[in-house]
């Protein structure tokens, strides 16, 4: 278990390329912030500021549970030159849920951060089950000058489901480029065995909000739900699609 803010993390503040992080246990729980700067708790691959050193892998290897919640967060991004690491998860159970008491959501998430030149690299998921729920979202996106990774997610069953209470913001799966960014998005390749359901306002997207170009998105699975809405007029989606900023970005 990291909590309360604890992280666990490899990184990488120069020339030199940061090590590998491999998480294996049964069960794997993320929870919550620090209570007095709201920092997440987490496990952290990260290329820093003006570092042009790859950055690490991260693998997590969960027989049972894998849990993001309240806030917490497992990332492996760039804020640099250098390009990211790699994040994969093999889990039974994959759940990423909720929010911190100022509404930044839980998260899985492999990215390019504000100004950052390096490449994000792919995030895959292997699980029997995920779940992504109350504003918890997985992401591959970028909001920088450099390109997003591919987001894989392999399961017998995909659960998207509601929005942030406090923000309204989807929970789901998404690739995104961000608002007057350059760098292209990622695709996204979902393989349900069984069912995706995406209910309650929640949203499966490959979108563009900038100049670079948006990923591509493409499903298999047995059955597809998209249900209802957030109760205040928000549809649950699936899209594909170039905006122009009506939706608030997740916090990068």
């Known amino acids: ?26 069960e794997i729980e993320l929870i919550g912030v620090n209570p007095d700067d709201g920092d997440p708790s987490g496990l952290f691959a990260t290329v820093e500021p003006n570092a042009i050193g790859r950055g690490g892998n991260i693998r997590i290897l969960a027989a049972g549970r894998l849990s993001v919640q309240g ?47 390096g490449d994000a ?41 509601g929005v942030n209470p406090v923000n309204r913001s989807p929970s789901g799966l998404s690739a995104t480029v961000a608002p007057n960014v350059t760098g292209r998005g990622g695709n996204i390749r979902i393989l349900a065995a069984g069912r995706l359901s995406v209910q309650g306002g929640a949203e499966l997207s490959a ?21 209802g809405s957030d109760g205040e007029g928000i549809p649950s989606s699936i899209n594909a699609q170039s905006m122009q900023g009506q939706r608030e970005m997740p916090k990068p």
């Open 121 to 161: 690299q792919t995030l895959t998921i292997d699980a029997g089950r995920l779940v992504a729920s109350d504003g918890g979202f997985i992401s591959v996106s970028t909001f920088g000058a450099g390109n997003a990774g591919d987001l894989t997610v392999q399961a017998d069953e995909i659960e998207l489901i």
């Open 207 to 227: 979108s563009t909000f900038g100049a670079g170009d948006g990923g591509r998105l493409s499903i298999s699975a047995g059955v597809v739900e998209v249900i």
């Open 71 to 117: 806030g917490a967060a497992l990332s492996a991004s760039t804020f640099g030159a250098g390009d990211g690491g790699r994040l994969s998860i093999s889990a039974g159970v994959v759940e990423v849920t909720g929010s911190d008491r100022e509404g930044f959501s839980s998260s899985i998430s492999a990215q390019v951060n504000p100004g950052a030149t």
């Open 1 to 26: 278990m990291v909590s309360d803010g604890g992280q666990i993390s490899v990184s990488t503040r120069g020339a030199g390329n940061a090590g590998q992080l491999r998480v294996q246990a049964d």
